[in-house]
């Protein structure tokens, strides 16, 4: 049985001979029921937000251990790059205290709006990919449209940043929903065992989440703990994302000095394409930005068996994408580990769904080129097809 939300830090975990009677368990709200033999008491689902779910197939979390390894960044890629395949995706910001959704996705003064249905999230164009059964689309909801300017502060406790995210899972409007991608905060605080105690009754089997980290001990540190944070809670671990992996850059992105330091950026491009073009056209170079701490995330997740999803290496496009807010611009060989990531994350959820779509869309086609050749006219009391 898993530790539950709620627990104490030190839980002894409830199927112990201990379980609400160590000194460990003091002021824990499942003291008495562990005690009595009959373990935590199930989490309570909350109406509302039971109700919002039922609407959404499924549900992923983005967490990391640490800030500034670019959860945001992927969370909107991932969202983004889901509804790209032709899928509908909600995405939540949960980043209370600093939203950079709806800069990344250039909404920034965008509005929400109340109705009988709840607070309706901002809609936003989604160019999708040719192979897609149809069009995306994208909803977001963030507590940067609720503010009135993106430099507010949020400077609020933990009940009332509960209540919003209490808010945000059940209040918001976001219709039939193939996917809800939930971008969290850094670490392991309040917002997670709120965000675990309010959703986690709703997940389903294939639901959970991705763990978001960079190369470096440090990063990968916290997310460790992440990652024990997500075993004691039962949540499902989808797979460990490797951000700001080696960048690869085509040469004409490079500057060349010589051993004086004079700029012979131009000359030495000219000659490489005119020698080795097939080089020049068709190598990249990795640059290694973050050291690589033991084996790197990919051997921390065999360690905590779950599965490594693969690089989202540094791009220059990408952080442009999100500088301008605009992310249908990434394309080509740039887009491809975003897309990787995207279809990991189908495969691990629900492997169907596109091939669902895919004959939905052509059984409507047919319908419709029926409907076309089959136009009926009565001419003198006689039908002709
Ligand atoms: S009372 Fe139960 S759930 Fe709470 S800390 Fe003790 S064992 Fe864990």
Known sequence: MSKPADANDECVGPESEQAGKASSCAGCPNQSSCASGEGPKAPE??????????????RVLVLSGKGGVGKSTFSTQLAYGLARRGLKVGLLDLDICGPSIPTMLGLQGREVHQSNSGWSPVFMDVQSDEDAPEEGELCVMSIGFLMPDSDSAVIWRGPRKTGLISQFLGSVDYGELDYLVVDTP????????SIVQLLKPCFGPTDGAVVVTTPQEVAMADVRKELNFCK???????GIVENMAPMKLPFDNLSFFNTSGKDCTEDTLKELKEKCPSIYEQMRISVDVFPRAGGGPEKMAKVFDVPYIGQVPLNRELQNA????????????????IRNVVQHVIDRTNPTLLEEKKRA?????????????????????????
């Open 45 to 58: 689902v909350d109406p509302a937000i039971a109700s919002a779910m039922a609407r959404v197939k499924q």
């Open 186 to 193: 850094p670490g392991t605080s309040d917002e997670h065992i």
């Open 232 to 238: 004691q809670t039962g949540i499902n671990v989808l």
């Open 322 to 337: 999100c500088d301008r807010g605009d992310p249908s611009h990434l394309s080509g060989e740039n887009y491809l580990p």
């Open 361 to 385: 869309a052509l059984e409507e086609k047919k319908v419709e080129n029926t409907g076309k050749s089959g136009v009926v006219s009565i001419q003198g009391g006689k039908m002709f097809m």
